[in-house]
């Protein structure tokens, strides 16, 4: 074992901060479910909101990459 | 660790975003040219080659390459018109540009031994200033004084716009970091995680479940590297429409 505490907690914050990634699953999970769900109650309007699926996961999944973006922060820049 | 590490188990999933220069030294200045100025000219390259031989002979039955370009092209005019109306059509050329370099860019780097040049926040932070300085410009051009109505949401109750407006306002600065990080970092996540599972296959019993493992998140890549590209372009889109349709929407 080597290195300091700073280092240590250096790694267990970076670790901790990829468990925001988990809400952005959640979230894209959420979005994609609600959409298929409409889509087979609704097939023929589907093809329509397929930008809008695609806007809202990108905003739902982009909160989930500012997490892996401070674990990214922590293990090389701190 | 320490004692597998001298077996050979070893990984470092983060070396091939190292930005090399081609041509000997160390040293990086403004003109030297790396392994990411190699990489977007071949990009560019490619991009001028497949529009230019692909409308060259322009056929009534399109050849193979001619079809690509057409598809491509019809693709994000469709999308531009659709999500930005029709005042947003004159800033097509635009739009297209960014989407066949973000595609082409991230479909090269899945080459085995490329390097991918929209990994690095760098690349994509210049790209998503553009689209953001550029939106902000041109909505108080179309819009004057009026622009700043967008974060005054007339919709809501007074009582509550005032915070309604600082929100807009701070969503409206995120939205470059957001636009930037998301690109890179989609792109590096995927390709490290190709070499993390890679790694594991220097154990002998391993392997077979590796190759699978990489065939498969290889094919998400692939996945990956086009829905980014659509993303980005869709999102400028977005933030286009807010500029030429103005406040009153």
Known sequence: ?????????KFIGAGLATMGLGGAGIGVGHI????????????SAAPGQMANLFVGIAFAEALGIFSFLIALLLMFAV | MAEEGASGFQIHPMDQFIVKPLFGGDHIAWYTVTNVTLWMGIAVVAIAALLMLGTRRRAIVPSRSQSVAE????????????????????????????????LFSNLLGLLPMSFTTTSHVAVTVVLAMMVFLG?????????????LGMFW?????????????????????????SHSIR??????????????????????????????????IYALELLVACVQAYVFTILTCVYLRDAVGGAHH
Do not use: C, Q, W
């Open chain 2, 135 to 147: 939106v902000t410009i041109l909505g108080f051009v179309k819009n004057g004084i009026g622009f």
């Open chain 2, 71 to 102: 598809l491509l092209y019809g693709f994000i005019h469709n999308m531009v018109e659709e999500v930005t109306g029709h005042d947003g059509v004159k800033y097509f050329p635009y739009v297209m540009t960014l989407f066949l370099f973000i």
């Open chain 1, 1 to 9: 074992m080597e290195g300091d505490i700073a280092e240590m907690g």
């Open chain 2, 183 to 216: 690109l890179a970092g989609n792109l590096m996540a995927g390709h490290a995680v190709i070499k993390v599972i890679a790694g594991f296959a220097t154990l002998a019993v391993a392997s077979p479940v590796v190759i699978g493992a990489v065939t498969a």
């Open chain 1, 32 to 43: 994609a479910g609600n959409f298929l769900a409409g889509a087979l109650r609704n097939p």
């Open chain 2, 153 to 177: 949401v007339t919709s809501a109750p007074l009582a509550i716009r005032p915070i309604l407006a600082v929100i807009e306002v701070i969503s409206y600065f995120v939205r470059p970091v």
